[in-house]
């Protein structure tokens, strides 16, 4: 009976500790931000972010290298040198303006995890590591998930001609860390048993189910489109019927996007995230708008129909209003299933930890995991955020659910490793 109670405050002071962590790196040197949180790939903040973290490997008992793409890499050793892998990730960058906890609780989550074994010195017959991958959210460049796809093997299409807001080329930022798109490869992971990613729900069905984890089922496909509205900049004394405002006619399309995403499917969600008026001044109407739209959905083909009718819809408005349009997609990300055998241990773990069984939700959040499935099977768990609030500085999770999330990936480990 001691043993358990020692045991269990010793991983209750992990979630607490995997949740300050977060907190400490949610401000400068580890933000590029003066105020909040911003850390892009390839950043001042992100370099100091990866020499801290590094710090916290060693100390729960890892060996810790960066891989070609920027990914950082704890290993803590199986009971044989050539032991498969269970990589326990998610990621390290963030938004702009964003929370603490996307992405890098999951990291936090993993290195406590080791750091419990390292202390009961447990071995298991597959080795233990954590990757924190460094470009997940595309917030730098118009990449997106570039460190799982490296993982992942799934590189073909990273183009590093593409620039950041300041006009540096990705390939100029890998050069500055020493790497190059051509390394990209090498960054492919093999041996690699499962993949387990614990985040943050983002979504509110936690905290109105009063349940603080819950087991992902899958996560939805993704598109992400740059559109381009070119009218005529005129004075702002044109008569208006006389005008072609780019602006107006993405304020027709904004709201048209909008009202397709409402009368789809539960699963679709439709998004314009990013407005931006070229040469915009009070007194000038809008010659040149370039905006984003993000369509994402679960179910089979239902993105697919809704990027059908935006297109039409986008067609007629620059018909109507005699602007030009340019549509230009980005990202086409595939949505993927959990893996049924490992979600079944992980719900076993989460009724371990909780007592309850938990609800299976379906992630609207793109995350790492859907690309590392195309590597080894995976699973997700998430974690009650407050107001299911997220890529907003109020972004907040309780330290109870925190410490459930860490005895539930503890007791996750432990259970494959009793299943091998
Ligand atoms: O866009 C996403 O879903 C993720 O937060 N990168
Ligand atoms: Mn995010
Ligand atoms: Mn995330």
């Known amino acids: 009976m001691l043993v358990y109670m020692i045991e269990a405050s010793e991983i209750q002071a992990g979630g607490a500790r995997a949740k300050a962590r977060c907190d ?3 401000a400068f040197p580890y933000s590029d931000q003066a105020h909040g949180l911003f850390r892009p790939y390839l950043s001042p903040a992100h370099r100091e972010t990866l020499g801290r973290l590094a710090q916290w490997m060693d100390d729960a008992g890892m060996s810790v290298e960066t891989d070609a793409v920027g990914n950082i890499i704890g290993h803590y050793a199986g009971r044989t040198p050539d032991a498969p892998v269970l990589l326990i990730g998610s990621h390290v960058d963030s938004v702009r303006d964003g929370g603490r906890y996307d992405g890098m609780l999951g990291v936090m989550l993993g290195i406590e995890a080791v750091g419990h074994f390292h202390r009961h010195n447990q071995r298991f017959p597959f080795a233990l590591e954590v990757i924190g991958f460094g470009d997940e959210e595309g917030s730098r460049f118009s990449t997106y998930m570039m460190g799982s796809r490296s993982a992942a093997g799934l590189t073909q299409t990273i183009d590093d001609s593409v620039t950041d807001r ?3 080329t990705l390939h100029d930022a890998l050069a500055s860390w020493g790497l190059s798109t ?7 992971r093999d041996n690699v048993l499962a993949y387990v990613e614990a985040h943050i729900e983002q979504a509110p069905h936690l905290e109105r189910a009063a349940l603080p984890l819950g087991l992902v089922r899958g996560i939805a496909s993704q598109y992400r489109y740059r559109v381009t509205l070119g009218g005529q900049a005129a004075h702002a004394g044109t008569a208006m019927h006389e005008r072609r405002d780019a602006l107006a006619a993405a304020a027709e399309a904004i709201s048209a996007i909008e009202a397709i995403g409402c009368a789809g499917p539960d699963d679709l969600v439709t998004t314009v995230g990013c407005l931006t008026v070229e040469n915009g001044a009070p007194n000038v109407v809008p010659g040149l708008v370039v905006m984003t739209v993000d369509i994402r959905a679960v179910t089979p083909g239902v993105r697919e129909d809704a990027a059908g009718q935006i297109l039409k819809t986008l067609e007629a408005i620059s018909h109507k209003r005699g602007v030009t349009l340019a549509v230009e997609q980005v ?7 959990c893996n049924e055998a490992l979600n079944l241990t992980l719900r076993d773990a989460i ?4 007592g309850k069984a938990p609800p299976v939700l379906l992630s609207q959040a793109g995350h790492d995991a859907m690309i590392m499935a195309h590597l080894a099977p995976m699973t997700m768990l998430f974690i ?3 107001g299911g609030i997220s890529h907003n500085p109020a972004e907040a999770v309780n330290s109870e659910d925190v410490e459930a999330a860490h005895r539930t990936l503890v007791n996750f480990i432990t259970r494959v490793g009793e299943e091998r």
């Open 24 to 26: 400490e790196l949610g």
């Open 166 to 168: 300041d006009g540096v």
């Open 182 to 188: 051509t390394r990209f490869k090498t960054a492919k």
């Open 331 to 337: 990202q086409d990300l595939q949505g993927a299933l």
């Open 351 to 354: 009724i371990e930890t909780t």
């Open 384 to 386: 009650r955020c407050e």
